[in-house]
């Protein structure tokens, strides 16, 4: 199983279940073996939002479907790190044993930034996010609208991925770069 250190030493208290219960009566689709820490935060749109079994949602981490026909889905044994933002304008898709580690930002909006007109006036600019299964996205890392993430590609911490990354691909940057293959 994905994560084994980490899912080994949680042992949920009484409050900790009460929290999961209340969460999982909140969202579209939540799986078995959840664990939600505390000041994690489903939001706007809770009920879009879909979660796979053994997944765990640490602290501070917010994950949010923007408006009615937005969507979130987590995979099987994910783990969304520390103040992780997922913010879904269009859809997010995360694949299964995916390690999402703390401050990681995922969003697929923007604005259009026109000179003859305010920015807040533009039109929010939209593309889904996909990523694929057994991803690593390291800490800080950014993942911008209309991305694809392949199965088992590495994003190295602090960079920021505005195109797709191949199988087993290795990126890091501002903007994200080729660093390598898994091997």
């Not at 053994?54 to 602290?59: D, S, Y």
């Not at 889905?73 to 299964?96: D, K, L, M, P």
């Amino acid at each position: 199983m994905a994560n084994q250190q980490l899912r080994k030493h949680i042992k949920p208290t009484l409050t900790d279940k009460y929290r999961i219960w209340k969460i999982r009566r909140q969202l579209g689709n939540c799986g078995s073996g959840v664990y939600f820490e505390k000041n994690s935060a489903f939001m706007r749109y809770p009920h879009l939002i879909s979660i796979g079994n053994n997944v765990i949602v640490k602290e501070g981490a917010k994950i949010c479907p923007c408006n009615e026909s937005a969507s979130v889905s987590i995979g099987h044994n994910t783990t969304i790190g520390y103040h992780t933002f997922i913010f879904a304008s269009a859809s997010i898709s995360i694949g299964n044993d995916c390690q999402i580690a703390p401050f990681v930002y995922l969003v697929d909006s923007d604005h259009a930034i026109a000179k003859e007109q305010l920015m807040n006036q533009q039109a929010n600019l939209t593309a889904p996010i996909k990523i694929g299964n057994d991803v690593w996205i390291a800490t800080g890392a950014k993942i911008l609208r209309g991305v694809t993430i392949h199965d088992g590609a590495v994003i190295a911490a602090g960079a920021v991925v505005r195109e797709d990354v191949q199988a087993y691909e290795i990126v890091g940057g501002i903007p994200a770069k080729h660093l390598g293959f898994r091997e």
